[in-house]
């Protein structure tokens, strides 16, 4: 593994049409009512949260791309293009579940011509080791909360509005990684000076 490059965490996800529902207050006596469509149209997210493996002053990154339906190979290789150019060409190792679409032939072909990408894998049913799962989790608990937009505009809206919020706080990222006990050399947090 190259120990100049970007470790970058990447997960897929998916929203709907379908209210994400959450508890929330209302004055006693008024149970509050969530009126929506019953309404199947989804879109998929993908995010990819990069952290530099030798110099945490470069900060977290984040990267993401919504589309309606589902990822397969094809999307996940426009997506990588994406990432390419957001990294602007510089080492990237990337950590991944066992997704079929991530391990399909098509995929590792395309992958052998890149010589900015290494991909390693995630082990086998360990969500709780990738970072990008708290940052869903924090997106469907605030903006997605309780939404019942009527066109996939609406959750497109509210998810670029919780990415806005989570890369205006620099901490946030960081407090993911943190959350799943994996760390990145060198282990100084980035909020310590560096004459501490």
Excluded at 38 to 57: F, I, V
Excluded at 66 to 91: C, H, N, W
Excluded at 114 to 124: G, H, M, N, S, Y
Aim: glycine share 6%; aromatic share 8%.
């Amino acid at each position: 593994m190259n120990t100049r490059a970007w470790i970058v965490f990447l997960d897929e996800s998916g929203v709907s049409l379908l209210p994400q529902i959450r508890r929330t207050y209302a004055p006693r006596g008024r149970t509050p009512l969530l009126r929506h469509r019953l309404n199947w149209k989804r879109a998929s997210m993908a995010g990819a949260l990069g952290y530099h493996s030798t110099d945490p002053e470069r900060g977290a990154r984040l990267c993401f791309h919504l589309k309606p339906g589902s990822y397969d190979t094809t999307a996940l290789i426009e997506v990588l293009e994406q990432m390419k150019t957001f990294y602007r060409g510089e080492q990237v190792v990337l950590v991944w579940d066992g997704l079929s679409a991530h391990w399909s032939r098509a995929m590792r072909a395309w992958v052998a011509e890149q010589d900015w990408l290494t991909l390693e894998r995630l082990p086998a049913y360990a969500p709780e080791l990738n970072p990008v799962e708290l940052l869903w989790s924090s997106l469907k608990k605030r903006e997605l909360a309780n939404l019942a937009g009527d066109h996939l505009a609406d959750v497109a809206d509210a998810t670029e509005q919780g990415i806005h919020r989570i890369n205006h706080n620099p901490q946030l990222p960081w407090s993911f990684l943190a959350h799943t006990g994996l760390t990145i050399h060198p282990a100084r947090p980035p909020n310590l000076r560096k004459d501490q």
